[in-house]
């Protein structure tokens, strides 16, 4: 198991931008594949973003691909989730987990290890 902190989430005004961060505890971070997922108000938890190990494999949801960036720095065991062109359909709480599988995944039943996510809201 790995411990997982998400940081960055807030308010922010529709085109507006937010970078969300994921730091994890451990020494095998490496081995990990990593997501972000998404859960609005009477939603079920959705993928918004995954990405493999080494970072050369990622996965977009296509409600946010050309917005949303995927990236992990895994000397910093870090993955963070960079969001343009927000807008109001993107507010929810976002998550970060990890996969114990170096490969990646789309699917939120596949993560193991989760965040206890932070909030962005998207003001219209």
């Known amino acids: 198991q790995v411990q997982l902190v998400e940081s960055g989430g807030g308010l922010v005004q529709a085109g507006g931008s937010l970078r969300l961060s994921c730091i994890a505890s451990g020494r095998t971070f490496h081995n990990y594949a990593m997501g972000w997922f998404r859960q609005a108000p009477g939603k079920e938890r959705e993928t918004v973003a995954a990405i493999n190990w080494s970072g050369a494999t990622t996965y977009y949801a296509d409600s946010v691909k050309g917005r949303f960036t995927i990236s992990r720095d895994n000397a910093k065991n870090t993955v963070t989730l960079q969001m343009n062109s927000l807008k109001s359909e993107d507010t929810a709480v976002y998550y970060c987990?990890?996969?114990?599988?170096?490969?990646?995944?789309?699917?939120?039943?596949?993560?193991?290890?989760w965040g206890q996510g932070t909030q962005v809201t998207v003001s219209s």
């Open positions: 987990a990890a996969r114990v599988y170096a490969s990646i995944s789309n699917a939120p039943g596949a993560y193991g290890s």
